[in-house]
């Protein structure tokens, strides 16, 4: 059974930083691409980074181009988003997904259909 795992949310103010992270068990996380996506009660499911299964390949959301990073330790089956600069916009849930297709482990795919598994969330909150 899969289990995907974050920690590292919480209650900052514009401005702070915040690192979330990932761990997976129960899957060969290093061939999973792995993504963070975030939502807002009420509204979609929206890509925020994504990262290839070997991580050389990355992909961002325009909003959080040059405030985020995404990275990973295949060694220790852990993924981590890095978030500097937050602002109030960034407040919400936000999830780590896996991909487990072989044909896009080089492709860090924005689509969440792309993505089998999912954690419960964290909550990031960022008050002006």
């Known amino acids: 059974q899969v289990h995907v795992v974050e920690s590292g949310g919480g209650l900052v103010q514009a401005g702070a930083s915040l690192r979330l992270s990932c761990s997976a068990s129960?899957?060969?996380?290093?061939?999973?691409?792995m993504g963070w996506f975030r939502q807002v009660l009420g509204q979609e499911r929206e890509f925020v980074a994504a990262?290839?299964?070997?991580?050389?390949?990355?992909h961002y959301a325009d909003s959080v181009q040059g405030r985020f990073a995404i990275s990973r330790d295949n060694a220790k089956n852990t993924g981590y988003l890095q978030m500097n600069s937050l602002k109030p916009e960034d407040t919400a849930s936000y999830y780590c997904?896996?991909?487990?297709?072989?044909?896009?482990?080089?492709?860090?795919?924005?689509?969440?259909?792309?993505?089998?598994?999912w954690g419960q969330g964290t909550q990031v909150t960022v008050s002006s």
């Open positions: 997904a896996l991909d487990p297709s072989y044909y896009r482990r080089n492709y860090a795919s924005r689509d969440r259909e792309d993505y089998d598994y």
């Open positions: 129960g899957v060969a996380f290093s061939a999973q691409v």
């Open positions: 990262i290839s299964s070997s991580g050389r390949i990355t």
